[in-house]
């Protein structure tokens, strides 16, 4: 069976910092991208970063760049997602998703990701 657990959001203040964690079970982890996306009440879900499978290519929102970073540990088969100068518009639900294929063009289309971890609630307060 497939499994994405996220983990590691929490309340912080504007400007700090949290680390995200994907682990994953159930597949072949090394076979898959793994994106983390984004979700604020009354808005769409939206794509913040991802890792490709094997070469490590990373992608991220251009809201994010600079201040976030993704990374995976293949043998933990878990992905993170580093957040840094963390300010209230990042507040949301994030989730970690796998996909079979990633672009530079495709990363961030919610609807090619197959399997999706639980969320994890992001605050921050200003």
């Known amino acids: 069976e497939v499994q994405l657990v996220d983990s590691g959001g929490g309340l912080v203040q504007a400007g700090g910092s949290l680390r995200l964690s994907c682990a994953a079970s159930g597949f072949t982890f090394d076979d898959y991208a793994i994106g983390w996306f984004r979700q604020a009440p009354g808005k769409e879900r939206e794509g913040v970063s991802c890792?490709?499978?094997?070469?490590?290519?990373?992608y991220y929102a251009d809201s994010v760049k600079g201040r976030f970073t993704i990374s995976r540990d293949d043998a933990k088969n878990t992905v993170y997602l580093k957040m840094n100068s963390l300010n209230p518009e990042d507040t949301a639900v994030y989730y970690c998703?796998?996909?079979?294929?990633?672009?530079?063009?495709?990363?961030?289309?919610?609807?090619?990701?197959?399997?999706w971890g639980q969320g994890t609630q992001v605050t921050v307060s200003s």
């Open positions: 998703a796998t996909t079979s294929f990633v672009s530079e063009h495709s990363w961030s289309e919610h609807w090619k990701y197959d399997y």
């Open positions: 890792i490709s499978r094997r070469d490590g290519m990373t």
